[in-house]
Each structure stands twice: as C-alpha cells, then as structure tokens.
C-alpha cells in the first residue's frame, strides 16, 4: 500500500496553482512536497520550493538549471511534470502522483524482489536513466526511496537535485547523494557524468535483491571506505542481471554500460529501434508480455542523431571501453507507438519469450525518442495540458519544422508530397503544393458507431492537414475500419486511415512530419501515425482517448471537439483475442463511413 499522507500543519498553504492541498508527503533541502486535488478529483503531487530564494541569488540560478534541466526529461518510466511556476511568492512544481510505495517501503515491509518483478524493475529504472540522461541530466540521488513501484510499473522520482550534463560532467564542489548508493567519483569529489547514475542504479538494483545496499548501511565512514576499495556483496542477484549489476560497480566510470545500454541487454541484447518505449512496456506489464513484432514495426532510432544538451554538446558522450558481456533474460518488448506496419504474428510461448539472448558487448550512439517532457493527462481530465498553445497540446513554434530539422514546405510556402517507395500504397493522387487552410478547418468522421467532430489546425501542421483535405475529397477514407486499438496504460489510442485494414497502407506519397515541437499527446488529440519511411507522414491517423506516453515525433493535427463517447466506446471492448495483450484490432470494429472537412 503507499503511503497516507500526513496532516497539515497550520501554517501550511491549503491551495496552490488551482489544486487544493489536502496532506503532506514529504520535505527535503528545496521544500515541501503535498498531495494535491484538482477540481475534477485528479491526485497531484506539489512541491512547493522555498521561497526565499532571491533573482540572481546563486541558490535562485540554480533552480532555474535545475528546473530547466527537469522539463527536458521525457516521462518514460519516471514520475512527469504538469506545471512549473518559479514566479510568484510560493514558487512550486506539480507533478503526477504515483500511487504506491517506495522500492525502499516495498522492500522492508515485504521482502526483496524476486524473478520476473526484479527484472521489471530493472528495466523500468534503466529506462528512466536513459531518458534523464537522454536529456542532458544527471540524477545523482537514485536510490530505493527514489524509486516508487506504481500500478503501471517503477518510476523514478525527485530531481530536486538533477544537474544538467554542461553544469556536472567537469567536477563537483560538493558531494552530493545518499552515502551508501553514492559512486566513488561522488565521494571523491571527482567527475558527475552519468556514469555516477549507472552505479547508482547497480547498487539499488543489489538492495531490491537482498534488502541491503552492496556496500553496506553501517556506519558512514565505513561505507565510503568499501565503496572506493572493497567489492560489492550481490547476495542473491544471480545469473546476466549480477554480470550486468558488477559492470555498473566498476571503480571505473569509463568501464560502467550507459544507461541505454544496460536497458538494451535487459531487453534481450539485438537492435531496438525505440528502446525506452520498449523498457516503458515492459517494465508495466504484469506478466512477461509476448514476443515482439518483427523489427520493421518499430520507430528507426539508429536513423536519428544523438540528442544534444542546449549547450549543443552530446548528451551521453560514448563510452572509451565498451563494457564486459553479459546477457540478460529478456521480457520481449511489445509494438512500439503508432506507425504504419506489418501485422503481428502471433504470440510465441512463454518459453521462448524468456530465452536468454547473448548481448555482446554494445557500443550504441543515442538516438530515437528524444530528451522533451511529454505530457501524460488522463482520460478525466483533459484539459490540464500546459502551455499558450489553445487546445492542441503543444506550444508554439514554426508549424514546419521537423524533428531533424527537415522542412516540410518549401521556400515559397508549399508543400513537398514525395512518391512514396515502401509500404502498400493505393493511388489517390497528390494534394496541391499549396496547403488549402492556414487556420482551423472543421471536420467531421461520420462512423458506424456514431459521429466524431474535428477541428483541423491548418496553421501548426498545413501540409498534413492539406493531405487530409485532398484525401477526404476523393473519399480515400470512407468504407476504411480502423485498424488499431491500444488499450495498454502509457499508449491510448485509435489508429485508422489504411484502406487496407492490416496498417501496410497508405496513398502512394510521403511528406514531412511537422507540428511535433514540445508536442503533447492528451486526450482528444489527433495526430498522424508515421508512415514506413523515416520521419514523413502517410495517410494514417490516431485519435488519442487516454494516456500516450509516446516520443514528440507524430504530427499533430488538431483535435476531437465531440464525439469522443464513440472512441471510448470501442475501447471498452478491448481487442480482438490473439492479438497482443492491449494492442490490435478492435474487438468491437469501427468503420467510417464518411470523411469530410470543411463547413
């Protein structure tokens, strides 16, 4: 059971940022973290930072890098902000509440971690040390009390004093942690890049196994002793995951795996093309999900650059030793986020989904999803998305500019439609360069199952919009039953738009992904699902009606004004059986009948 909130003192604040405050669950050095209520009932966690922290105070610089280095991580597998307001008298952060304990609670009132539920816990943490450091942030404080185990698997919590990469990878005047999970660079005062992370994470992945840290919980001195000269007491982690746990405990940092590294061998070794929405996966799955569809179905990391720090400079810089091997019984990763794809085959045995997958020794350059906060609001409460962006979820920006920073219109203002060499396509001609809308654009799929009404943006995403235009009028739509249902909770959605019903289709041309700049996925929200080939859009659509917590690389195109009643409907039935768990055809079909746009 998590933890029950402690009352609250008198002097403590009742309401903050719209959420009324309703107990306290914790404080530390920066402040005072409650348990926060929105009006619709939806449970918040609120930190509220001191307020003395004076405008160009050093102590004031430093949260604002802080702070500024918190809203670069994407959420997978850690807890994600809502709202950061550093302004005005009580300076605060809202971020989402994880409804259960801590690894540390978890632990000491149950019992170390065993089998399956250790590995899913590895994985989760992993993935979430490869998204922090994906975004140019070191954590510097993992520990078990910073890991909570949620119904929808661990995520990791409190970057209270996360640096970014530019600020730490030199040296630190200070050191920083909790003792007994602290590398020795820390305790010597040494370099803090990642590698401190990955040690870390080694030492809490020894506790979750034996209910003690590897170096001890004894005296301080003692502890950093052991932890600069002594070897690590793995108890009972046995088999790939101590051969990967002991790589993470090198005195070494430069010998330590990266973060993306420990998830990939943890995940069965091989290329995977969007690793830390895999790790996200299958670190909430309750049972060692089915084997992964084949490798064309997932996002093409290994096509995308490193990302970088603002600062311009790599955010993981390359290992100089690669680390030993090791080899990890994989819980296989299930389909990635929306794209256009082969069908799935069907589920092998629980056997061969935990075969044990040599992972040779991997030097991986960062890639795939990349370092931006990804918002995660609720089907109840769907208008808590951030920003001055009205509606759509993501913030202003140049409506063109694509992840890479491709256009995807050309000087002049039109757009660039490409014949489309992979996939199935069905002709249905090419759109006129010039976008038909630079504003909304009404629209309306008329189904079997009722009708959803749209609202296009043709200023943010014109050429996907001015796609859809050229494709409802030529009926490209009509008579297409949506092909995908996700009813898993980190990825919500209904893809349709295949004429071919299987997701192999789309209308014979390709364009530029755009609009995907800070880009939000909540409830309501419809964007298009990547076509076959790298970074461009197809035919395909997703209607988002619940949590996406997927990658900021599928343009938006505007949003569901009403109707979403239909879209909850079919996804209440789930999907079809034999497909995966959560993910494939819907079980009750939808088929539009009608795509129009325009009043």
């Not at 019903?501 to 995907?516: F, I, K, L």
């Not at 917590?549 to 599928?554: H, M, S």
């Not at 497909?579 to 819907?586: A, C, K, L, R, T």
């Amino acid at each position: 059971m998590p933890p029950q909130p402690r009352p609250l003192r008198p002097n403590d604040p009742r309401e903050i940022g719209g959420y009324a405050l309703v107990g306290r669950l914790g404080e530390g050095g920066q402040g005072t973290v409650y348990l926060g209520r929105s009006d619709s009932g939806r449970q918040v966690a609120v930190k509220v930072l001191r307020a003395d922290l004076e405008e160009g105070s050093d102590a004031r610089r430093y949260l604002d890098r802080e702070l500024a280095a918190v809203r670069r991580v994407a959420p997978f597998c850690t807890a994600r902000i809502i709202t950061i307001d550093v302004d005005g008298d009580q300076p605060y952060v809202v971020s989402e509440y994880i409804d259960g304990p801590s690894l540390q609670r978890q632990v000491a009132e149950q019992g170390p971690l065993h089998g399956d539920e250790l590995l899913r816990l590895a994985i989760g943490t992993a993935t979430a040390l490869a998204a922090i450091h994906q975004a140019g942030v070191v954590h510097r404080d993992l520990k078990p009390a910073n890991v909570l185990l949620g119904p929808d698997g661990p995520r990791v919590i409190d970057f209270g004093i996360a640096r970014p990469l530019d600020a730490t990878s030199a040296t630190m005047s200070a050191a920083v942690g909790t003792p007994a999970y602290m590398a020795p660079e820390q305790l010597a005062a040494g370099s803090a890049g990642p590698p401190l992370d990955m040690f870390a994470w080694g030492c809490t992945m020894a506790f979750a196994a034996n209910g003690v840290p590897p170096f001890g919980n004894d005296s301080i001195p003692a502890v950093m002793q052991r932890i600069l000269h002594g070897e690590p007491a793995l108890g009972a982690l046995g088999g790939p995951l101590r051969d990967l746990v002991a790589a993470c405990l090198d005195k070494d940092p430069a010998r330590r795996p990266t973060a993306l590294q420990a998830l990939t061998a943890l995940l069965g070794g091989g290329e995977h093309r969007d690793p830390l929405t895999e790790g996200t996966w299958a670190a909430a799955s309750a049972t060692p999900p089915p084997a992964p569809r084949p490798p064309a179905t997932l996002p093409q990391a290994a096509n995308r650059p490193p990302a970088t720090s603002p600062s311009g400079r790599s955010s993981s810089p390359p290992q100089a030793v690669a680390p030993p091997p090791f080899a990890v019984s994989p819980i296989a990763p299930p389909p990635g986020p929306p794209y256009s794809s082969a069908p799935s085959p069907p589920p092998r045995s629980r056997a061969g989904q935990l075969a044990v997958a040599a992972a040779a020794a991997v030097l991986l350059v960062l890639g795939g999803t990349t370092a931006v906060l990804l918002n995660r609001d609720g089907p109840g409460d769907p208008g808590a998305a951030v920003g001055p962006s009205p509606s759509f979820g993501t913030t202003a920006s140049s409506p063109t500019t694509t992840r890479q920073g491709e256009e995807a219109t050309n000087a002049n203002g039109t757009c660039r439609y490409l014949a489309a060499t992979n996939g199935t396509g069905e002709q249905a001609g090419t759109p006129p360069a010039r976008p038909a809308a630079d504003g909304p654009v009404p629209a309306t799929l008329t189904t079997d199952r009722g009708t959803i009404a749209l609202e296009l943006d043709g200023a943010k995403a014109p050429c996907a919009v001015n796609s859809i235009i050229h494709l409802a009028g030529r009926g490209f739509y009509d008579g297409n039953r949506c092909h995908r249902l996700t009813t898993v909770s980190s990825l919500r959605i209904l893809q349709c738009g295949d004429p071919t019903g299987d997701g192999t289709g789309g209308p014979g041309y390709r364009y530029a992904v755009e609009n995907t700049e800070n880009a939000r996925y909540t409830r309501g929200v419809v964007a298009m699902a990547r076509s076959s080939e790298p970074d461009s859009n197809g035919s395909q659509f997703f209607i988002v009606y619940g949590d996406a917590q997927i990658p900021p690389d599928y343009t938006i195109v505007g949003r569901v004004t009403s109707g979403m009643e239909v879209v909850d409907r079919v996804a209440q039935g789930g999907v079809e059986p034999g497909q995966f768990e959560g993910d494939g055809v819907p079980k009750t079909p939808i088929t539009i009948q009608r795509f129009r746009t325009g009043t």
